[in-house]
C-alpha cells in the first residue's frame, strides 16, 4: 500500500519532536507509554500531549489542516495513534475553515 | 531589617481589607494569601521571615478542632448518602499527605537549584516548602475528620493495604505543572464538598464539609499565588499552566474522574479522583458542577498567566498557540 504523504510526515515530525528514531516510535508495536520510556525529551503523559501538540501544530503549519487528538490511553499501539490522527485530519481537512479566534496577545489583561 | 511596610492585601478570595501602615507584630490587617508574591519580594522586598509571619498568621486563624466538629455531628442519624460521601471523602484525603511531604522536598531542592541563578525563584521555592507545613496539618484534619466519621458509622473500614496504596507519592514533574495540577485537585474536591454539603442534612455534618472546602479554596489559593510568582519571574512558561488545565477539562480528562469510560491503571501513585466510588453516593453530584470546576480552571489561569480563556475548547486553543510547532 501506498504511504500517504501526510503519514510520512506525522511520523518524521513526531520522531524528530520525541528525540527518536522512526523505528524506535513505530515498530513492534511500541505503545505511548513505551514512547515515552525511551524518549529522552518525555518524561509523562503531559509531554506526551505537548509532542503531539507541536506534531498538531507544524501539520497546521505546513498542510493548513488543525488536528486535535482525543485522549489515548498509554498502551495504545503508535501504529493507533497514527491511524487516529490520520483520520482526525482526513476528516478535518474535508471541513477545515479559517479561524477567527484572537491570538495569544490578544487575549492578555 | 525590612519592614512589613508592603500591603499584603490582594488575597486571590478577595478576603480582607486593604490594610493601612502595620504595626511591627504585623497584626494589623486580617491575614491574607499574597497575590502578588513575586511583587512583593522583588519591588516591595519582602523577606521570608515576614512572607512566613503572613502564613502563620493565616493558618493560626484559620484552625479548627476535628474532635469538636465530630461531637457536632449526630453519627447515629446519618443517612446512607451521606455515609457514603464521608467514605469517599475519607480515602480520597489519604492521597494528600504524600502530595504535601512531596512538594516540600521538590520545593527545597528546586530552592537550593535556583539560589546562585535567580534568588527570587528561589526564595518562592522556599515560601512554598515552608508553606506546605501548613497545608500538610490541616489536610491531617480532612482525613483524619471523615476517616474517624467513617469508622463512627460502621462503613466498611480502610484496610492498611489501601492505605498504603493511597500514601503511594507521585512522581515528580515541573513546579509549575505541579502547583497548578494542586491547585486544580483543590478546586475539584472544594466543588466536590460544596456539593456533599448541599446533599447533606445533619447540620453538624453540612459544616464539615463547608469548613473542608473553605480549607481547600484558601490551599488553591496559596497554589495559585506561587504559580503565578513562578511565571512572574519570567523562569517559567505559560504553556505548562494550561497543559495541566488541558490534561483535566480535555474530553475524557482528568475532571472525569472515576466517571470515564476507561481510567488510567498506575501502580506508581493513586489519583483520588479516579478512585471515588459514586455507587452509593451519585446523587450528591449534580451535573453543573463540572460546568463550574472549568469555570474555576480557566479563572485559576487567568489568575496564573494574565490569559483569559472561558471554555476548556479556550484553554486547548491558547495551549497549541502556546505550545507552538
Known amino acids: 500500500m501506498e504511504t500517504r504523504a501526510i503519514e510520512t510526515y506525522i511520523r518524521s515530525t513526531f520522531a524528530e519532536y520525541a528525540g527518536l528514531t522512526e523505528e524506535e516510535l513505530f515498530s513492534n508495536g511500541v505503545t505511548l507509554a513505551e514512547a515515552v520510556n525511551r524518549s529522552p525529551r518525555m518524561t509523562n503523559s503531559i509531554d506526551l500531549m505537548e509532542t503531539f501538540a507541536r ?3 507544524a501539520v497546521r503549519k505546513d498542510y493548513g489542516v488543525r488536528v486535535r487528538l482525543p485522549a489515548l490511553p498509554l498502551d495504545t499501539p503508535m501504529s493507533g495513534v497514527l491511524a487516529t490522527f490520520l483520520a482526525e485530519y482526513d476528516r478535518e481537512a474535508g471541513t477545515a475553515a479559517p479561524s477567527a479566534r484572537p491570538s495569544v496577545a490578544e487575549m492578555a489583561v | 531589617m525590612t519592614t512589613l511596610a508592603a500591603e499584603p492585601t490582594a488575597a486571590l478570595a478577595a478576603t480582607g481589607p486593604t490594610a493601612a501602615a502595620p504595626d511591627s507584630a504585623g497584626t494589623d490587617h486580617p491575614p491574607v494569601v499574597l497575590a502578588e508574591l513575586h511583587d512583593a519580594l522583588t519591588r516591595r522586598g519582602m523577606s521570608l521571615v515576614e512572607i512566613t509571619w503572613e502564613q502563620q498568621r493565616l493558618h493560626e486563624a484559620r484552625r479548627w478542632s476535628v474532635v469538636e466538629m465530630l461531637d457536632g455531628i449526630d453519627v447515629a442519624r446519618l443517612t446512607p448518602l451521606e455515609r457514603a460521601m464521608v467514605w469517599n471523602a475519607g480515602r480520597a484525603e489519604l492521597t494528600t499527605k504524600p502530595g504535601a511531604d512531596r ?18 525563584v528561589a526564595a518562592i521555592m522556599q515560601a512554598c516548602g515552608t508553606w506546605s507545613r501548613y ?9 483524619t475528620a471523615f476517616n474517624r466519621l467513617a469508622a463512627l458509622t460502621g462503613m466498611e473500614a480502610i484496610p492498611d493495604e489501601t492505605f498504603l496504596e493511597f500514601r503511594q507519592v507521585f512522581p515528580d514533574d515541573g513546579m509549575l505543572r505541579t502547583l497548578v495540577l494542586l491547585a486544580i485537585s483543590e478546586i475539584t474536591a ?8 448541599a446533599a447533606a442534612t445533619d447540620p453538624g455534618l453540612r459544616a464539615l464539609f463547608a469548613q473542608v472546602a473553605a480549607d481547600e479554596i484558601q490551599h488553591r489559593n496559596y497554589f495559585l499565588s506561587f504559580a503565578k510568582a513562578l511565571v512572574d519571574s519570567g523562569e517559567y512558561q505559560a504553556k505548562d499552566a494550561f497543559a495541566v488545565a488541558h490534561l483535566f477539562l480535555r474530553e475524557d480528562g482528568e475532571l472525569g474522574g472515576s466517571a470515564r469510560e476507561r481510567v488510567e491503571s498506575r501502580d506508581t501513585h493513586v489519583n483520588w479522583w479516579d478512585r471515588l466510588d459514586t455507587a452509593d453516593s451519585a446523587a450528591a453530584f449534580q451535573p453543573e458542577a463540572s460546568g463550574r470546576k472549568e469555570q474555576l480552571v480557566c479563572g485559576a489561569l487567568q489568575k496564573i498567566t494574565g490569559l483569559t480563556v472561558r471554555t476548556a475548547a479556550e484553554v486547548e486553543d491558547t495551549w497549541m498557540d502556546l505550545v507552538g510547532a
Open chain 1, 55 to 57: 506534531t498538531s501544530n
Open chain 2, 103 to 120: 512538594l516540600e522536598r521538590q520545593a527545597d531542592a528546586e530552592c537550593g537549584r535556583w539560589q546562585r541563578s535567580n534568588p527570587t
Open chain 2, 135 to 143: 497545608w500538610n496539618e490541616e489536610e491531617a484534619h480532612h482525613e
Open chain 2, 190 to 197: 472544594a466543588v466536590n464538598y460544596g456539593q456533599c454539603r
